[in-house]
């Protein structure tokens, strides 16, 4: 039986996919990645490669999707299946070094004024006024820590161009996308799509970013749906 692999983002933990590890827990092996500490795309993915044994399935938010789709290139043998939740797969954008560095500087400045400004673009305007919510969310950027931030910004911007092998990737993948994700909007999941030759793409409603704390039970039934009619057995 394949394991799945849960991959965070930038300056997350496991609490961005917490419901989905308790729905399948009881049905398959889980493992949740640690990417806080290598310095470059790649060597998250192998990190996590090395963590871990036999088939995988790979489950990824955000910069985490990136490191699913790497993990995927280095080991195609490996990596049955992927889940790219709010993600990209474009490489380095003309200016994005100088607004990711004033994020670095900002961070170290005060962690607390980084998750001030960070996260409220980052959510569904609906999703503001939950307080547990948004709380939640800040106290896990600020378990990170300004060195993690910075060390996953810097993996960031030198990070894989992943459209380059996209239609490489022959396993199945899941797309999962939210209606009011202003930093990885809907037409850059649709071009993952349409690059890769095995995929399906789900929209979550009323959801930004971060969809799979946002609207956890959507997220989830959408991901243990995929699993239960791709893989058996693993739906919750």
């Given at each position: 039986?394949a394991t799945l692999?849960?991959?965070?983002?930038?300056?997350?933990d496991?609490?961005?996919?917490?419901s989905l590890?308790?729905?399948v827990?009881h049905?398959?092996?889980v493992h949740?990645a640690?990417?806080?500490?290598?310095?470059s795309?790649?060597?998250?993915?192998q990190?996590v490669?090395?963590?871990t044994e036999g088939?995988?399935?790979?489950?990824g938010?955000?910069?985490g999707?990136?490191?699913?789709?790497?993990?995927?290139?280095?080991?195609?043998?490996r990596v049955?299946?992927?889940?790219l939740?709010?993600t990209g797969?474009?490489?380095?954008?003309?200016g994005?070094?100088?607004?990711?560095?004033?994020?670095?500087?900002l961070?170290h400045?005060?962690m607390e004024g980084?998750a001030d400004?960070?996260?409220p673009?980052?959510?569904?305007?609906?999703?503001l006024?939950d307080?547990e919510?948004?709380?939640g969310?800040?106290?896990?950027?600020?378990?990170?820590?300004?060195d993690?931030?910075e060390?996953q910004?810097?993996?960031?911007?030198?990070?894989?161009n992943?459209?380059?092998?996209?239609a490489?990737?022959g396993c199945p993948?899941?797309?999962?996308?939210?209606?009011h994700d202003?930093?990885?909007?809907?037409a850059?999941h649709?071009e993952?799509?349409?690059?890769?030759p095995?995929?399906e793409l789900?929209?979550v409603?009323?959801?930004?970013?971060?969809?799979?704390?946002?609207?956890?039970?959507?997220?989830t039934?959408?991901?243990?749906?995929?699993?239960?009619r791709?893989?058996?057995g693993a739906d919750?």
């Amino acid at each position: 039986m394949a394991t799945l692999v849960l991959i965070p983002g930038l300056v997350s933990d496991g609490i961005v996919w917490a419901s989905l590890a308790d729905a399948v827990a009881h049905r398959m092996p889980v493992h949740a990645a640690d990417v806080s500490h290598a310095s470059s795309i790649s060597g998250m993915a192998q990190s996590v490669l090395a963590a871990t044994e036999g088939d995988l399935i790979v489950a990824g938010h955000s910069m985490g999707g990136r490191v699913a789709m790497e993990m995927a290139r280095i080991a195609p043998d490996r990596v049955k299946g992927l889940v790219l939740a709010n993600t990209g797969h474009h490489p380095k954008r003309d200016g994005e070094e100088i607004k990711r560095q004033q994020m670095i500087d900002l961070g170290h400045r005060s962690m607390e004024g980084l998750a001030d400004e960070w996260l409220p673009p980052m959510l569904s305007p609906a999703r503001l006024s939950d307080t547990e919510l948004v709380a939640g969310l800040r106290a896990m950027v600020l378990r990170a820590g300004p060195d993690v931030h910075e060390r996953q910004i810097r993996a960031l911007i030198d990070r894989p161009n992943a459209s380059a092998y996209m239609a490489e990737l022959g396993c199945p993948i899941l797309l999962v996308a939210a209606r009011h994700d202003g930093w990885s909007p809907l037409a850059q999941h649709q071009e993952i799509a349409d690059a890769a030759p095995d995929t399906e793409l789900v929209i979550v409603e009323d959801a930004g970013h971060f969809a799979p704390v946002e609207r956890p039970a959507e997220v989830t039934a959408a991901i243990t749906g995929w699993l239960a009619r791709r893989f058996g057995g693993a739906d919750a």
